[in-house]
């Protein structure tokens, strides 16, 4: 670890990155190999997907020639493959230190984002209203979705974690300190 980050108090999260499209952001990305591990370079759509959702990585770095596939914006099938990757769409043409940069945030971003119990923040929010007693038209307008929105989530949730009903996933809530002041 360099002597800044440690001045700093930076904790370092090692990057699990697919590369997708060109090979521009290869050399940055090999040059930082100290919090980034390059798991794959794909050069298709269809291999993004599919490397996506058996490698789970914690970033996509996308190359812009891909976002769009015949016709269709490509990242809401990318998303529906690891939902939980990050995805990085670098500038055109050499992206520099910059792509390292961003893949490094958004690493950093995607640990933030679940905690150890694998929910992300807003699925603790939602859980911890639940457990409070509100309905998912009160917490649907309290966290400004829609209530289908908030069922999903908690459907979600509930799969996750292993139960079956309201009641059990207030259980669970008590016991995950998730409704403690």
């Given amino acids: 670890m360099s002597s ?6 930076v904790p370092t999260v090692r990057a699990r990155v697919l590369i997708a499209g060109g090979y521009a952001a290869l050399p940055e990305l090999r040059a930082a190999s100290e919090d980034i591990e390059l798991v794959g370079h794909v050069g298709s759509l269809v291999d993004a997907e599919e490397a996506m959702r058996c490698m789970r990585p914690s970033v996509l770095v996308l190359d ?21 990757t990050a995805i990085v769409l670098p500038p055109a043409g050499a992206p520099g230190p910059r792509i390292v940069r961003a893949v490094r945030i958004a690493a950093r971003d995607f640990e933030r ?6 929910l992300t923040v807003r ?21 400004v979705l829609s209530v289908r929105t908030v069922e999903a989530h908690r459907a979600r949730i509930q799969a996750r974690i292993g139960v ?13 300190g998730l409704l403690s002041p």
Avoid: K, Y
């Fill in 64 to 84: 812009p020639d891909l976002c769009e596939h015949a016709g269709r914006c490509s990242l809401p099938s990318l998303r529906r493959a690891s939902p939980g």
């Fill in 4 to 9: 800044q980050r440690r001045a700093l108090n």
């Fill in 164 to 176: 079956s009903s309201r009641g059990e996933l207030v259980r669970w809530a008590l016991d995950q």
């Fill in 123 to 143: 699925e603790r929010d939602i859980v911890r209203l639940v457990g409070l007693g509100h309905t998912s038209r009160e917490i649907a307008d309290r966290l």
């Fill in 113 to 118: 984002r679940r905690g150890e119990d694998g």
